[in-house]
């Protein structure tokens, strides 16, 4: 089969200053009708800037120096804006990572879906609409009628997503690009919105480049795979080749860092719980005056756990299944209103906060985002002893430790006069897990320990240290 | 430093900072090349601006030397608008600091005072502030400061609420730290930055509600300030147009000089915004 | 409907508001040196202490403070500000007399500022750092930098004085009675240079936020989905950056109603309107503080019924805000 878009050789220059000088270098790739190609890489391997460049939509001073980019055989470097603007939506269609961002506030379902219509079609508002509804019927949301009169902010963020795609593929664009489409979403909500892309795929015969960094969703989707690095391209092929069989070192490390789904042996566990948690539940109410018309939220609704003494405890969920609402109960940065914590036979949920914040040097926490949990205005040292320093310590002591933690969590101990912008996102992890260490907690509660944009780090944090 | 490197690359910030500094110089120079009192009688009034070497820019009505007012004035224009400002922000600061920290009723009694302040047209609370405590220099400085802060407090409260809950705060209340600890060595270091470069906003108005007042004739009449200049040249607008034009020109320079020193700090703070 | 629902209570969570400013207000003057049995004293050229003891006897300014201020809340209730010494009138007279002048001149310069600073700033950021944006960037720097009262001092010498284009104040031509349309224009003519001086202060502000606030929205998402669509500049900035670029520019003109009022003090002065403002100010001047209390509970209310409006326009233009989220 004939190709229906090729990258030929193509290079975008960012602008000077720069960490590089080139945002894609040298990229060549194919799409052929009704398949779908994945591009993966890490965050700034060039990969989205690859669809901004198919689109022509490249932030300013960013240019496309270089290659040919050949739709239906024809250049699209070479076309006017006018003629540009022709290609865009209703040959070449593009859905977002971010559907909450990537649709208007302030504008219904309808009548941005309807926009591709008026765009590049001269049917009546009454044929628009029923094209519309079906459209929404075909992306499977539930009740289409309302769809078409909500806003953004009032469905579901699956349902934004599915809105997204019928709006890509309301004029039966030869090429969708999907740029991350699942990454915002949930598991669950991924699998349905991965599976209906396929539907789509298949049934209209459109060619689709997958934009993504999950290999997971490579090995459900993909029909052929192109690993971007740096701006380049550095390995294409079949997928089952690619994923069974990879030539190049960069791709054997990507996937060699997908964790695989295998339990750990099985070790004896001390019988002695260190915690307990017995029948712990917290309401939301939002809204209302007096009891009128409040909405009531079962964020955490009678949970009962126990911890023993040295073993790692994995809570999973969704978000909003509540199981950060649970971790800041733990830690009382909320208020549970019924249940006990019991550490060390001693009830948390029911000290003063006076109280509770001695018990902190028993109990601590590590965040989700390592760059959100330390101060940005204080040195990552400070950042450090600071727990030390509340509960006594004298600060040259305390900063002395934190030197000795940088060591141990495999930080250069000079480290702690810099400030937490100037550390990678591993780095400051680091930091964070040297941060919750430097109390002797007897138990710490380590939330979402990695961060979701890079796999390759996740083997190498130094979380199961000590937990 | 980079900020520093970053405000020089605009121009608008370098002029705006050559202007304050033109202004400051003004303000320092004047005792040595003005000594006289500047609101004492100096020559035959209404001489015309570069007409007699004495009075370079002439003299009002009342024959006081124009070029002396304008030189103290902008003693009396940068005292009154700095000490203001700092009146104004710490006021904001520290109710938009607990109201933003503490949220639930604290939040909303602050938050209706500060209301209260920004329903009431400021001129106006300022013009009874100085009919109750009289026009000297000091009641009007704090009054100005007094109707200035509703903004800073707002500011500072919308920053605080967007730190409140942020990783890093959350992690010192783990850790143990008391709440003033975490309003003051914790957040506010962070939500500082815009509330200082709003600090060039206020400064910008103090400087614009007391030569208003003065203006009216109800700001201290025993100092040289520029509003006094333009409410007097009002009564010989008609033919010597110049006594009101020379003052406005000092303060249209000194609160724009006030204005650029503040965006280029903005910019220069923010320079994602700058590059696009 | 919901949007009147939802301004109608943030109606009505401003007469605590209120209440606390006429409180605060009235406390304040208590303050002041002398009280209006004073001040009419001096007018009528002094008087003995008996009389004066039998006017304040009969204002009620004999009672304790919060007697008073009972009184004053309790006469407000029920629509009555009191009675202006000075003017010899009931306040609400005098003051239903100089409103017209001040929401006139408000709702002339409001509607100045906002057209045009909504037109530069679109401009402005259109043409990000092109001549035409630093044209405008440079002037709203000048119009913000100069003080309104300066500035229609030298608009009195340029356009009436020297040109004699336009009259250099007062509301109207009072040596000859117009009526109807001619009298229209003629206030009409008499308001130019005051709008033209308290709304380019305003219009340089909103321009300022209009162009900052076009330029954030320009890098949002959704703008690249249109683009992504095949849309048009043109279109893409009237379609979908327009309408969220204003919503911090509404909100501004709430957050600034009370500014302009106060403005109108100052503008009023230089043109000798008899409005509002100068109401206030000849009123500080003759200690006439029943009739500044009443201006202040007029002002404060009017900034109120401002934002009243300004709600209701916010939530007709963000969706959001009804159905809430």
Redesign the interface.
Known sequence: MSPILVLDDVSVKLPAGGDRSHAMAHVSLSLAANEILCVVGESGSGKSMTANAIMRLLP?GVTIDGGRILFEGRDLCGLDEAQMRKVRGAGIAMIFQEPMTALNPLRSIGDQIGEMFELHSDLSAAEIKARTLALLEEVRIPDPALAFKAYPHELSGGQRQRAMIAMALALDPKVLIADEPTTALDVTTQAQILKLIRDLQRRKGTAVLFITHDFGVVAEIADRVAVMSKGEVVEAGETASVLGNPQHAYTRQLIAAVPPLKAPPPRALSEEPIMTIAHVSKTYRTGGFLGRGQRVTHAVKDVSLVLPRGATLGIVGESGSGKSTLA?CL?R?IDPESGEIRLNGIDLASLSREE???A??D???V???PF???????KAGE?VA??LI??GMARPEALARAKELFGLVGLDPAATERYPHEFSGGQRQRI?SA?ASA?PARWRWSRRYWSPTSRSRRSTSPCRRRC | MDLVKLYFRSPPAVIGLVLLILVLAMAASADILYPRDPLALAGRPLIWPFSNPRFLLGTDNSGRDIAAQIFHGARISLLIGGVATVISIMIGITVGAFAGYYGSWVDTALM??T??F?????????????????STITTVTVAIGIVSWP?SARLTRAEFLSLRN?????????????DIRLIFG?IL??ALPPVIVYASVVM?IAI?LE??LA??K?SDPNVASW?NL?GA??DV??VQ?YV??IP?IA???T??AV??VGQGLNDALNPR?KS? | MRVLTLAGRRLAA?I???I??LI??FL??Q???GDTVDAMMAQMGGGDAATAKQLREFYGLDLSVWAQLGNYLWRLVRLDLGFSAIYGKPVATVIAERLPATILLMTASLSFAFFFGLILGVVAARG?NKWPDTLISTLG??F???????FG??A??VFS?YLQWLPAGGFEDITVSYTGLRRTLDIALHLVLPTLTLGLFYMAIYLRIMRGSM?EVL?LDFVRTARSKGMDETRVVVRHVLRNALLPMVTLIG?QA??????S??VE?VFSLPGLGRL??ES?IQ?DLNT?LG??FV??LL??TI?FIVDLLYARLDPRITTGS
């Open positions: 300013g800041r830690v940065l509770m914040r001695s902190t040097r109990i601590q926490m965040f989700q985002d959100a949990s330390l101060n940005p205005r204080r950042a600071q727990g509340v509960h964070a941060s109390l | 209706r005072v209301e209260a920004q329903t009431l047209p400021n001129f106006l609370l300022l013009l009874v502030l100085v009919a109750v405590f009289g903004a942020r990783e890093f705060v959350q992690a010192g209340r783990t850790l143990g730290l008391k914790e270091p962070n910008a614009l030569s208003a203006f009216l109800l509003g333009i040249g009002r607008l008609r147009w009101s034009a406005g303060i249209l320079v609160v724009l204005s650029l915004l696009r | 401003s605590p508001t209120l606390l400013i605060g207000v304040l003057l303050l002041a040196p990000v720097l000048l913000y930098a100069m003080p309104t009262f300066w001092l030298m009195i010498v004085i330029l890098n957050l009370g500014t302009m009022l106060g403005g003090v100052v002065s206030a100010y500080v200690r500044l201006i202040i002002s404060a900034v109120i934002n």
